[in-house]
């Protein structure tokens, strides 16, 4: 692991805050080079001013996410989609 | 170390600096252009958005007033890019009147990768985020487009004294 990032398990916290699942475990597909693979396999840059999420096969930005007081910001242009799996 | 992304390493022998206008018209700087271009030594304090300052940096480079003496223009805005992908906006006012540097030496030393060298901007009287470590370039526009922060809710203005952090601050 490089010291300038983590992995996507850094997500944990703040995705969770905003959404009732844990969404490191969903599948995403990046807008960049067509990579599947779990949130948790991003590389999180988190020493910024929000959480930028890179794929970790082309690097391109699929996931920010800026913290303020009260609200948050989530850009997830550079996802295609995200499979997220349900207790059936 | 604030990063959003893996560290660029530009060889100076590779690096350029490009101005682009609203018309497409281009301007260029190569590394050996740029360091012979009239430099000045800045000592100011610099403001980051995740709350700290630090007071009395000491820097060197070369004043956007020169860089773009002989640019026209009828742009009101500027995009800033970096190597790396990195962008951000701000009006071209701020970047003139002695307020803005491309700065490539920082106490003394050349700035290293990890601190935005060859080169980065350096506009201290706004957040620190409009200061692009890694710049390439200015494109001129006449409407504002938001940069990379700037689209993630960050404030397109910045001004640390009015605490201009997020959009609507």
Known sequence: MSDD???????????REIFAVDLTTATGRCAGCGY??????????????????????CEEVVLRLVRGRDRAWLDLRGTVSLEIPLPS | ML???????????RWEFTVSTEVGQKYTWSWQ??????????TVDIHCVTKWSKLGTRWKGVSLDVLLEEVETAADFALVQSYGGYTTNLPLEDLLDGQAWVAYRYDDDDLT?????????????????KSAKWVRGIQ????????????AGYHDYGDPWREQRYQGD
Do not use: M
């Open chain 1, 5 to 15: 990032h983590v992995d996507g398990n850094a997500l944990a916290g703040d995705l």
């Open chain 1, 36 to 57: 599947r693979g779990s949130v948790a396999t991003l590389r999180v840059y988190r020493n910024a001013p929000g959480l930028v999420a890179r794929c970790p096969h």
């Open chain 2, 3 to 13: 990063t959003a992304g893996p560290t660029p390493r530009v060889p100076t022998d």
């Open chain 2, 33 to 42: 252009q740029l360091i012979e271009l009239p430099a000045e030594k800045i």
């Open chain 2, 113 to 129: 990768p990890e601190h935005g060298g060859p080169a980065r901007l350096l506009v201290p009287h706004l957040y620190f985020w």
């Open chain 2, 140 to 151: 001129l526009l006449i409407e504002d487009e938001p940069g990379f922060w700037e689209s």
